[in-house]
């Protein structure tokens, strides 16, 4: 059974953790998503103080095997708020638990949770060099939408957008 909850301060070096093995993992694969050690522990601390990160754990006592941000504005990357949208930043999972449908289960709980809040449209994005992990949200019911170009100079990648409903 996977329990999803808000993360708590104690909480923040783990999710940090978890985060700098994907970027290791993709850094050796040469995958563009994450620039390895762009986030400092203070930034995961910060989001976790604004109630926007949570922690899912195969058992309720159990270690904590995947983490995501759930937020309800985004305009750095998605502009033009409409008040619509739940969005999704910093999926991870632990890598012993790649392949097992963790990263379904916490976009499904995304959607649930973006749902009951009267939204109807959960929203990621990924690196759009990123095919594996774009065929990947397409996989999850979600529709590319476009594209996000960040400021020349910019140390972030241009970004693929992806939205589904929350309806059921």
Known sequence: MLTV??????????ILGLR?????????REID???????PLSTVAAH???GEFYVARRDPSGP??????????DPTIWPEEDGL??????LVI??????TGLGAALLEWASEQTHREGRALLRLDCAETNGALCNYYLNQGFRHVG???FADGSAWFSVALFEKSTDR
């Open 33 to 39: 998503q994450w620039t390895p050690r762009e986030v």
């Open 48 to 50: 976790i103080e604004a």
């Open 85 to 90: 949208a739940g969005y999704v930043h910093g």
């Open 5 to 14: 909850e808000l993360a708590t301060a104690a909480d923040a070096a783990t």
């Open 94 to 99: 632990d890598r012993s638990e790649a392949g």
């Open 20 to 28: 700098h093995a994907a970027e290791d993992w993709l850094f050796a």
């Open 147 to 149: 594209r996000h170009e």
């Open 64 to 73: 904590i095997v995947g983490a995501l941000r759930l937020i309800w504005a």
